[in-house]
């Protein structure tokens, strides 16, 4: 079965200096990679998504994630993080033999210091 | 991207009663929905999965008769919480997607029950 680890509990950053969010990965096969962001009380945005080509994929409100077969990670990147940034983040991973069902790491409370 | 609209945002209701929570694709026409519970500062746990015009799939440990979910039409996905109590109280959410291929899934923004 798939399944996603984010082993940071909180990420705290400083505003304006690059925030990452770290998440591995274990699936059978390809994987189908997923950043959602969650803010109080509300449902999850979707961020990005890696299916299959380039490494580096770029998504909303300038994050990005690079995947990484070799070490089974997609980190989520921001050049610079803004305080509007702070939110719950979560990784997510399905197979790619037509299984429906998400994985999802355990979450990611980011803090932006001002 | 496309828009989820899950209904009503928040509830109370008392012990033994039932809640009805809906969860409407907007846009496209949704041939999976799914139901999450999250639990405070926790992940999402998946309670079920629902195709549009059968029964749904339970997780292990769900209890069907208690949440009961019907996709009646393929922009309608509903979870009633029957006999709802205190311990059911959580924050809902549900997502839909459209195809069975690689698409990612479109959240609604929650229902936070409260059982009194």
């Known amino acids: 079965a798939q399944s996603v680890a984010q082993p940071e509990d909180q990420v705290n950053v400083a505003e304006g200096n690059p925030l990452t969010v770290k998440c591995t990965y274990s699936?059978?096969?390809?994987?189908?990679l997923f950043w959602y962001v969650q803010y109080p009380n509300r449902g999850l945005q979707f961020l990005l998504k890696?299916?299959?080509?380039?490494?580096l994929v770029k998504g909303s409100y300038g994050f990005e994630a690079e995947f990484n077969k070799s070490q089974t990670s997609f980190h989520l990147k921001k050049p610079s993080a803004l305080v509007s940034d702070s939110a719950l983040y979560f990784c997510?991973?399905?197979?790619?033999?037509?299984?429906?069902?998400?994985?999802f790491g355990k979450g990611n409370q980011v803090v932006v210091i001002p | 991207g496309a828009v989820v609209s899950q209904h009503p945002s928040w509830v109370i209701c008392k012990s033994g009663t039932s809640v009805k929570i809906e969860c409407r694709s907007l846009?496209?026409?949704?041939?999976?929905m799914f139901w999450y519970r999250q639990f405070p500062k926790q992940s999402l746990m998946l309670m079920a999965t629902?195709?549009?015009?059968?029964?749904?799939?339970?997780e292990q440990g769900v209890e069907k008769d208690k949440f009961l979910i019907n996709h009646a039409s393929l922009t309608l996905s509903t979870l009633t919480v029957t006999s709802a109590h205190p311990e059911d109280s959580s924050f809902y959410i549900c997502?839909?997607?459209?195809?069975?291929?690689?698409?990612?899934?479109?959240f609604g923004q929650g229902t936070r029950l409260t059982v009194v």
């Open positions: 997502s839909a997607r459209a195809g069975t291929g690689w698409t990612e899934a479109f």
């Open positions: 846009d496209f026409q949704a041939t999976t």
């Open positions: 699936v059978s096969g390809n994987p189908y």
């Open positions: 890696y299916i299959t080509g380039d490494n």
């Open positions: 997510a991973v399905r197979d790619g033999y037509g299984n429906n069902r998400l994985a």
């Open positions: 629902s195709n549009e015009g059968s029964k749904a799939t339970y």
